[in-house]
């Protein structure tokens, strides 16, 4: 853990050190993948934010900010331990800072705000006013005095419900209600959110344990496959091996969109997927839909602020293959996460690969969500 802290205001009593109960580095709680079905039982479910899990410990005379990594996350955000100064000295909260953008959790601008230390007081404070964060608390750890570790995740949550949160801060909205958290899961992605968590009433906060659950929706979708990216290890005689399979749907004016991959495959599948692919694979000048897309098409590897140049590693295919993957959600036009190959669909057209096969979920804002 790094020195650096967000200062407290003066007059912290003399009675502060008492009042502090835990202290950095803390590990925070963790979730284990549950598949896209909510369990029944004895839990409560909450949204899962899209965003840095982040401790806050309110301490004798400094806050601080600690990542799930144990990291000191305070210099980057600055008007995040300003405001947690407000809290009482030996609170412990756990939570997810993020950023809203457009009315969405945006983990791109997010992203953003993580500058080298050395911008202290420069580009920090100046993303800290364009893009300022919003702490989602989920879980209390302590207040003055009390470690409540040892409490019963449902009478946590119920403590957390009667502080008082500086600005800055908000609660997440809770459920009892399987149902409800069901309905959750389906359309909390358009508000850039990502499932939801299922909580036992009765677990203690378990530092570095998987003792919640997380539940995300589950598709499956038929795409053209039209080109990949090499892995990052070469295949046994030096060339490169499929890493990811690069995928696109095509929209109303016949524009094939590119929208997110697949990967995780065995280093044997990574083989069999180069030999199968290779015939299909074009040369840097022959015609493919991704090199003449029209506007608004969106299309792999393009320049951006990281990279100036297209990744010209990248293999492109005719498009003529159709493959079944599985995803948990879309946000607008492409894959919210890396997408699982399920099989080949040679009984499919590439033409009937089309955004319409995808259902419609409300667009909801974070306030919406919140507000539940």
């Given at each position: 853990?790094?020195?650096?802290?967000?200062?407290?205001?003066?007059?912290?009593?003399?009675?502060?050190?008492s009042?502090?109960?835990?202290?950095?580095?803390?590990?925070?709680?963790?979730a284990k993948?549950?598949?896209?079905?909510?369990p029944?039982?004895?839990f409560?479910y909450?949204?899962?934010?899209?965003g840095?899990?982040?401790?806050?410990?309110s301490?004798?005379?400094?806050?601080?900010?600690q990542?799930?990594?144990e990291?000191?996350?305070?210099?980057?955000?600055?008007?995040?331990?300003?405001?947690?100064?407000a809290?009482?000295?030996?609170?412990?909260?756990?939570?997810?800072?993020?950023?809203?953008?457009?009315?969405?959790?945006?983990f791109?601008?997010?992203?953003?705000?993580?500058?080298?230390r050395?911008?202290?007081?420069?580009?920090?404070?100046?993303?800290?006013s364009q893009h300022?964060?919003?702490?989602?608390a989920?879980d209390v750890?302590a207040?003055p005095?009390?470690?409540?570790?040892?409490?019963g995740?449902?009478?946590?949550?119920?403590?957390?419900?009667?502080?008082?949160?500086?600005?800055?801060?908000?609660?997440?909205p809770a459920?009892?209600?399987?149902r409800?958290?069901?309905?959750?899961a389906?359309?909390?992605a358009g508000?850039?959110?990502?499932g939801v968590?299922?909580?036992?009433?009765?677990?203690?906060y378990?530092?570095?344990?998987?003792?919640l659950t997380?539940?995300k929706?589950?598709?499956?979708?038929?795409?053209?496959?039209?080109?990949?990216?090499?892995?990052?290890?070469p295949?046994?005689?030096?060339?490169p091996?499929?890493?990811?399979?690069?995928l696109g749907?095509?929209?109303?004016?016949?524009?094939?969109?590119?929208?997110?991959?697949?990967?995780?495959?065995?280093?044997a599948?990574?083989?069999e997927?180069?030999?199968e692919?290779?015939p299909?694979?074009?040369?840097?000048?022959?015609?493919?839909?991704?090199r003449?897309?029209?506007?608004?098409?969106?299309?792999?590897?393009?320049?951006?602020?990281?990279?100036?140049t297209?990744?010209?590693a990248l293999?492109?295919?005719?498009?003529e293959?159709?493959?079944?993957?599985?995803?948990?959600?879309?946000?607008?036009n492409?894959?919210?996460?890396?997408?699982?190959?399920?099989?080949?669909?040679p009984?499919?057209?590439?033409a009937s690969?089309r955004?319409?096969?995808?259902p419609?979920i409300?667009r909801?804002?974070?306030?919406?969500?919140?507000?539940?």
């Open positions: 853990m790094t020195d650096a802290a967000g200062a407290r205001s003066a007059g912290a009593t003399s009675d502060a050190e009042a502090v109960t835990v202290r950095p580095p803390c590990a925070v709680m963790l993948a549950g598949g896209d079905q909510v029944t039982g004895d409560f909450e949204p899962k934010w899209d840095f899990r982040c401790l806050i410990f301490l004798e005379d400094e806050v601080l900010l990542s799930r990594s990291e000191d996350m305070s210099y980057a955000f600055p008007e995040m331990t300003k405001a947690a100064a809290l009482p000295s030996g609170t412990v909260l756990d939570g997810e800072l993020t950023v809203v953008h457009d009315g969405r959790i945006d791109a601008v997010l992203s953003s705000r993580l500058r080298p050395s911008e202290t007081g420069g580009n920090i404070d100046a993303l800290a300022p964060a919003l702490f989602i989920f750890v207040l005095g009390i470690d409540l570790r040892p409490m995740a449902w009478e946590r949550h119920l403590r957390l419900a009667e502080l008082e949160l500086p600005t800055g801060m908000v609660r997440t459920t009892r209600d399987p409800e958290a069901a309905r959750w389906e359309v909390v508000a850039g959110l990502d968590i299922a909580k036992p009433l009765e677990s203690p378990q530092p570095g344990v998987r003792a997380k539940v929706p589950s598709h499956t979708a038929d795409v053209v496959v039209a080109g990949w990216r090499p892995h990052k290890q295949g046994p005689d030096g060339s091996v499929v890493g990811s399979l690069l749907v095509y929209d109303d004016h016949r524009q094939l969109h590119h929208i997110g991959s697949a990967s995780s495959f065995s280093a599948r990574r083989r997927l180069t030999e692919l290779a299909l694979a074009i040369s840097e000048t022959a015609d493919h839909p991704w003449e897309a029209g506007p608004g098409v969106r299309v792999p590897d393009l320049p951006n602020r990281w990279r100036r297209p990744n010209k293999v492109l295919l005719s498009p293959r159709v493959a079944e993957v599985r995803y948990d959600a879309m946000i607008g492409r894959f919210r996460h890396v997408a699982g190959f399920q099989r080949w669909r009984d499919r057209e590439p690969c955004f319409d096969q995808f419609e409300d909801l804002a974070v306030d919406e969500v919140l507000g539940w």
